[in-house]
Nanobody, 115 residues
């Protein structure tokens, strides 16, 4: 059974930073492209970032480019998302997923950016 459990969210002021983690199990993590997606209240699911097998390629949505960094640890089966220079519009539930659609996303973690 595929399990994806995100953690590390919280309340942070604008301009602050957070590091999200996603523990993966039940599939071959090292052989999988992985993504982060997010959903703000009342808005559709939004793809945020994607990382390829062996970290050869990384892609970001324009809204987060230059502020967020996606990283993977294939030894630990963990996906990370470093969030810097956070803005109020980054407030959302964040999920890791096995593809950009997020259709198989796991348990999310809430990020709230507010002063």
């Amino acid at each position: 059974e595929v399990q994806l459990v995100a953690s590390g969210g919280g309340l942070v002021q604008p301009g602050g930073s957070l590091r999200l983690s996603c523990a993966a199990s039940g599939f071959s993590f090292s052989d999988s492209w992985m993504s982060w997606v997010r959903q703000a209240p009342g808005k559709p699911l939004e793809w945020v970032s994607e990382i390829s097998i062996s970290s050869a390629f990384r892609y970001y949505a324009d809204s987060v480019k230059g502020r967020f960094t996606i990283v993977r640890d294939d030894k630990k089966n963990v996906l990370y998302l470093q969030l810097n220079s956070l803005k109020t519009e980054d407030t959302a539930m964040y999920y890791c997923a096995k593809d950009r659609t997020g259709s198989n996303r796991g348990q999310g973690t809430q990020v709230t950016v507010s002063s």
